[in-house]
């Protein structure tokens, strides 16, 4: 892919890898315990029947992004489904992006399929969509435009 077809879409990093847990303080117990890593935010996200948790090596955002953990709040949210087909592990990888709209577009002019007609809201007010898997290879790719933080 030449740069200028990656400059239209606007990624700007890899924003995360999502994890599927069964239990979220068990799983952010173990990955300190083990791995060393910081809990920077836990957040219950209603609308995608999920409590979540970002984790990152260091000061955030840690180098190479977070992971994300991600246990479901009822058997038939997207986790707790992806949980009882396939058990714990990755679930996805996000892509940090510019503009959301501008990415999907671009994406959707590609001929790639978008699991949401309008952006969702993400972790800590973010704007989220998703690649279908059948269009990534059978990865499950998250797209995030990071909310504006207040500076100062």
């Known amino acids: 892919m030449s740069e200028a077809v990656a400059e239209g879409i606007g990624l700007l990093r890899i924003d995360h890898v999502g994890l599927a847990v069964p239990d979220l ?28 948790a970002m984790l990152t090596i ?22 707790g489904k ?23 577009a671009a994406l959707r002019e590609r001929g790639v399929r978008l699991l949401y007609d309008t952006p969702k809201r993400g972790t800590g007010g973010s704007r989220i969509n998703f690649v279908h898997p059948r269009d990534a290879g059978g990865v499950l790719v998250e797209l995030v435009e990071p909310a504006v933080r207040a500076s100062g």
Do not use: K, W
């Not at 890593?37 to 029947?49: F, I, K, P, S, Y």
């Not at 990755?90 to 503009?99: I, K, N, S, T």
């Open 25 to 52: 303080d068990a799983a952010i117990a173990y990955h300190q315990r083990v791995f060393g890593m910081r809990c920077v935010h836990q957040e219950t996200n209603q609308e995608q029947g999920v409590r979540e």
């Open 58 to 79: 260091g000061e955030p955002p840690g180098p190479g992004g977070y992971l994300q953990l991600l246990a479901p709040l009822r058997p038939d949210s997207p986790i």
């Open 82 to 104: 992806f949980l009882d087909r396939h058990g714990p592990g990755v679930q996805q990888l996000a892509y940090a992006v510019a503009d959301l709209d501008a990415a999907s």
